[in-house]
């Protein structure tokens, strides 16, 4: 059986090194995870064209949504206070749009969903829900999780719920994890359900609920990164082969 492929979402920056123009982005660390976990990355244009993005997702495995710049808050949020509004940065319409168009088709043909940081947040804003806009601004008491200086390292604790899936990919109920974000999905809507928070609340990890799995034969969002820890801590790179095996799965059940 040929590897599964996986389509990545990539970030944007707004001057790209070759031309100065609108460019994809993408760190390495998300298609060298996926390849150590027996896939096959797949970089898709960050263009929301509905037609483009249907093929794409009929043809691969699996899909990836990555980590990157901030939502735009009238997706979630109409109004915003001058405090508020000045926390946010780097938001691109065309990235968001098309991650909303690739979730839906995503959901759509029932492939297997992989949702990393930003990931995370985009999925939540898919369904109806709210982020927190700025952590230290609106989480009273809130520990740092803009930890940009340690990327790759454990820096806080989170817990996992009993018998979900990071649970079960781990085989334990506390993880400690890198932090690099300081938006966060502000409440679960259905169909989803909560999987990990951290110490002051926040929530660090989502799947979807008991009565909703047969809409996807894998969701796994989480807001930290496992694809910058797998180096330091190979344990992460489960997540990878967790969401890789269910690609595999799935296929196979297509053919």
Known sequence: MPAPLILVAPGTQARGAEFSDRAVTLSEAYPAAIIAAGGIPW???CTPVPEMIAESVRRCDGVMLTGGDDVMPELFKARLSPRLRATVSGTDPARDLTEMLLLAETFRRRKP????CRGQQVLNVAFGGKLIVDIPSEVPGAINHCRMDRKDAVVHP???AEGSLLAQIFGTTKLGVNSSHHQAVREAVCPFRVSARSQDGVIEAMELSLA????LPYVLAVQFHPERLIKRYPEFLKVFWSFTRACMSCRKKAI
Do not use: D, G, K, S
Request: hydrophobic share 65%.
């Open 43 to 45: 970089i898709m244009p």
């Open 113 to 116: 969903l992989l949702a990393i």
């Open 158 to 160: 989170i817990q996992l």
């Open 212 to 215: 909703e799995r047969r809409l």
